[in-house]
């Protein structure tokens, strides 16, 4: 780097060591940790450090950073340096979300599945809030498709997923992932709102209803009486379909919501008062967190 006078040419190099799949050495760690918090086990699995990697983009700049992207495969053995390149080409732009969708269902690969979150988010929050939400639905859909495969793959999977969340969560600058779930959930629940009150096609009436505990089931009403299903010759009309996809996305919803209010109490997460009373708005999220007991944190001397 001294030599060629590139400025950022040692960082871009440790960046390409640093985000290959294979083990870092503790002589090597020493030197990441002047790049990065990320400890090994989280860049071996798949971390990503936005801020780290466009400082040394941006120091190197376009030219000299092809020439490290090249030169990437002496950082690790056989094609390990993939996932380097990978992120990049996300991080960059150079891929589209379709592209990466399209090659990620094509081999399931798992670099790419993590590198999704990396693409860049628009400066419009409208325009920001639908391609986190696509992203986030897309990770989504993959986990639960895993569940076809056997215990050993879909654990990796179940691993790629949740580093895909972290990698999203950064991305878009929430502080955890766990914020970047709720914030995706309450915004999949507001698509389905007209679906939560009642809607007449033609003589019957229906909605999605949620219970005490927070599931949901769809509820069909004629003559001020609930029928036990939907009669079959009002199946194919708009607002049935849509009901029906509502109350599908809102049972999945309650299993994914339930796993991580689950893990927030194992990991002992602190909730700020507003977030409680935004989740109380949420009607799957209300039924879980409103029985809860809750513990006050000590600041400043007060409870």
Known sequence: GEYLELPGF??????????????????LMSVLAKYTPLGREELYDGAFDVQWFHEAYNALGEKDFKLLYDAAKYSAAGSLHARARKYADAALGSKTFEEL????DEKRNKDLLMSLGLLPLSDIQEEREEQLLKRYQYIQKFKK???QFGAQRRSSERRAVEMALKNL???AGFSDVMRLILRME????????DCLVWQTVE?????????????????????GKILKSVPAKYKKYEQVIRCKEACKKLREQYQRTRQMMEQAMEDGTMFEVWELWKLMAHPVVCPMISSLVYTGAECSGKT
């Open 145 to 147: 498709e895993s569940s």
């Open 10 to 27: 040692q960082s871009g190099c440790y960046y390409f060591m640093a985000h290959t799949s294979e083990g870092l050495e503790d002589t």
């Open 169 to 171: 969560s950064i991305n």
């Open 101 to 104: 969708v399209q090659a990620i």
């Open 203 to 223: 003589d019957v009436c229906l909605r999605v209803a949620v219970d005490e505990d927070g599931r949901s089931s769809l509820q069909c009403r004629k003559d």
């Open 186 to 193: 309450s915004r999949l629940t507001e698509q389905y709102d």
